[in-house]
């Protein structure tokens, strides 16, 4: 595409400047000497010229106004074409710039759009992999309860179980009392009714005394092991309760986490929503005016099938010119020869 204001009367001016230093005018030289221009351009223009130049010497013989007349109206519809088509060039030229610049601020938020999509998928990725991680915490948080209230029964069960145990060696250490009494009156009894027996059965009787002693110490000893157990096993259990109750804090502060991280995934998802309606509007803008550019193609070509037609129109004004041109060429010789006739009447009537 030539560059916008180049005109005939360039080309003519340039190649009137080439063939004044003797050289031919050519569309090579002639783009050298405006230092602009393509071919296609010149070449109409520059042959335009060569041919009004042959016409403008061929008419010497005609009348001077005659001749500035039809060159000032050739030059005036060639002035008024070239006018005519450095405009269609400059709308065209600021249409497609337009549209350029609109294609190209719909491409780069189509990969502004594309690269927050792709974040926000990353973004996505990453909230579902926490999600998950706490959903997996979440369930180690419930095997572990269950694991520990398990053992909360068992320890209560085995508290149960003490607590029967320590019953019975109440019961065990009420019975052995009641023996001892019984073995004291039945002692005092043998005693009074059996004086001369004492001496006989006094070491059994001790060495039994003794062993019931022991076995009552013993037995002390033990509900006082079995008391201990229960104070730990009792401890334990508030041990248990308090980390059950913990347990259930960070339960529920997860559950609430897991609520919290689906909102803000929901959140996520529904601006990847937007952002892909958006995308789709983005395309289907750009999809227009890719449309737009191929109407203003069309226009172009049309343009430019104006601009043909106008060259078509200004080459038959050009012929019309020529054979106006021969025409007033013809009239004047025949006016030339009329006029020589005229004379030889006049000298042939004053003979």
């Known amino acids: 595409m030539a560059r916008a204001g180049i005109t005939y009367q360039d080309v003519a001016n340039a190649a009137q400047r080439i063939r004044q230093r003797g050289d031919e005018p050519t569309v090579d030289r002639v783009r ?3 230092g602009t221009g393509s071919r296609s351009t010149l070449g109409p223009m520059l042959k335009r010229w060569k041919t009004g130049s042959e016409a403008a010497a061929d008419l010497d013989g005609l009348p001077a106004d ?28 600021a249409l497609e710039q337009q549209w350029r610049t609109e294609l190209e601020e719909v491409r780069q938020r189509c990969l502004t759009l594309d690269g927050q999509c792709t974040e926000l998928g990353k973004v996505n990725e ?11 915490a979440l ?8 694991s520990l209230a398990t053992k909360l029964d068992a320890c209560q069960e085995k508290l149960s179980a003490a607590g029967a145990a320590a019953q019975e060696m109440r019961q065990e250490s009420r ?14 009894e043998d005693r009074r009714h059996e004086r001369d027996q004492f001496h006989t059965t006094q070491s059994g009787l001790e060495a039994q005394v003794s062993r019931l002693t022991q076995q009552f110490r013993s037995s002390e000893q033990e509900r006082d092991t079995l008391r201990q157990q229960r104070d730990q096993i009792n401890q334990r259990y508030e041990a248990n309760q308090e980390h059950a109750e913990d347990l259930r804090e960070k339960l529920h502060a997860s559950q609430a986490n897991a609520t919290q991280w689906k909102a803000q995934t929901d959140a996520q998802v529904a601006t990847v929503d937007r952002l892909q309606r958006e995308r789709n509007y983005d395309a289907e803008r750009m999809e227009k005016l890719g449309r737009a ?19 078509e129109r ?20 025949e006016q030339a020869v009329l006029q020589g006739q005229l ?5 042939h009537g004053a003979k």
């Not at 060159?71 to 088509?85: G, N, P, V």
């Open 32 to 34: 050298s000497e405006l």
């Open 66 to 93: 005659l001749v500035a007349a039809v060159k000032a109206l050739h030059e005036h519809a060639q002035y008024a074409a070239d006018e005519r088509i450095a405009q269609e060039r400059e709308t065209y030229q």
């Open 126 to 136: 990453t909230l579902q992999i926490e999600n998950r991680i706490q959903a997996e």
């Open 139 to 146: 369930q180690k948080e419930q095997r572990r309860a269950a």
């Open 175 to 188: 019975d052995i009392r009641s023996h001892f009494e019984h073995y004291q009156q039945q002692i005092a």
């Open 293 to 311: 550019l191929t109407d203003s193609e069309k226009q172009l070509a049309a343009c430019q099938q104006r601009i043909s037609d106008l060259g």
């Open 314 to 333: 200004m080459a038959a004004v050009d012929d019309r010119n020529q054979l106006l041109d021969d025409e007033n060429r013809h009239l004047l010789q």
């Open 343 to 347: 004379k030889q009447l006049q000298t």
